[in-house]
């Protein structure tokens, strides 16, 4: 059985899943499932998390069948395809759906980082500067040392509890409990509102899956990977319901459609306009928001990095991204390379509504190309002892299948406008696809 002596213990796996998860959602994402949902919103975040712990399990399934970095490549190339070519093909698919979640999600979490910083900090009047400079900020940390990202999300994620629990208990003597009352249709969803708002709160815990790239990081990743991916869940889950669940006594769904504006700063909303006369919460509750959302943009910064570096390694992007420091045993190219890319999303604030829902059809596609990975991969390997693996044959990667292509179904749980960014996106990536595929049979016929 492999015991890899990476640099994660089970600690620092579970604290880095919960800085990822437990970040830009609670404080941008809450808002527009509350409004879809209703108080049943809650449900919606509840089921969301049990989807992406099973994705997440899955994945972690097949971090022990390949262990390589950059599972997002690494994982379908080596389960799907008969021939070469084909391979390749489903691994570039799958690593451009993740690059596609996890660059626009962390654009999404500096964009907000800079607003939370704007509304209760007037220095801060300048969102695109604040995001690019967050940006930068993260770039450097995640190509200094992954071990010290992992100390900075403990710290993060401390502070991010502490503030959150004080609004919790100094909310408690307002709290409104007829605002549960039509717990499931006073959304503008509906009666439908609860699973409508199930894809957007499914983005809120996308890091799940990070882990399983990162195996060669982590030691023992047999045990420590599932075991992490199961207590960060709970931990996250409890604690996004119970925010949820304060968010909603507090403050009835009226208020947001009557103030739009405030939609994706739902916790601060509550701050300003039911707490306002504790003059310091609203800006504690800012300072949570920013260590949460920086928190999820170092995550996903990591992700997509491993990412690509995974691919440019199969050859689909230059080589030199494929440069690991061994010293820091980050991916310093990629990590920069992304950055830049986070970046220059994160300078069009306007379009943070189109990027959070192209992100979940992205991530719905990577959901169903894991469990067909999964699927593939189980016929040909044989299980060791003591290996890790989800119990139940072939029904739980079947039912990830099923759930994942309902939600991400165009006209019924996503708007038409948000494909057809996805399908520029995946255009886009198959361009690139046709081009490394054309140099390396150029290079194979200069070689002959």
Known sequence: MREETGKLGLIDCVVTLIGGMF?????????????????????????????????????????????????????????????????????????????????FGAAFSAVYVAQYLMIAFPFFSNVILWAVVWCIGCIFLASFNITASGKANLIMVAGIIVILAAFFFIGLPHFNMSNFSNFFTSGTGGALGTVKAIPTAMLAYGAIITLAFLSSSVRNPNKTIPKAMVIAMAVT??????????????????????????????????????????PWLPGAISIAAVLALTSTLLVLLLASSWTMQAAAEAGFLPKFLAYVNPKSGAPVPSVICCGIIITGLSCIPDATGMLANTGAICLGICVVITAVSLLSARRTYTRRPGEFYIHGKAFWPIVSIIICLIFITPGVFQEWKYWGLALIWYAAGVVIYIISQALHADKKTSTN
Do not use: D
Request: with cysteine.
């Open 23 to 103: 970040g830009s959602a609670i404080f941008s994402l809450s808002g527009p499932t509350y409004v879809t949902a209703g108080p049943a919103s809650i449900i919606s975040w509840a089921v969301a998390g049990m989807i992406l712990l099973l994705c997440g399990l899955q994945n972690a399934e097949l971090a022990i069948i390949y262990p390589q970095a950059g599972g997002s490549f690494v994982f379908p190339y080596n389960a799907l395809g008969k021939t070469e070519r084909a391979k390749q093909a489903w691994g570039w698919a799958s690593a451009w759906s993740y690059l596609n979640s996890y660059c």
């Open 237 to 278: 889950v409890f604690l996004y319901c119970i925010t949820i669940f304060a968010m909603v006594a507090m403050l009835n769904i009226s208020y947001f459609e009557s103030n739009p504006g405030m939609v994706y700063v739902p916790i601060y909303a509550v701050a300003w306009s039911v707490l306002g006369n504790i």
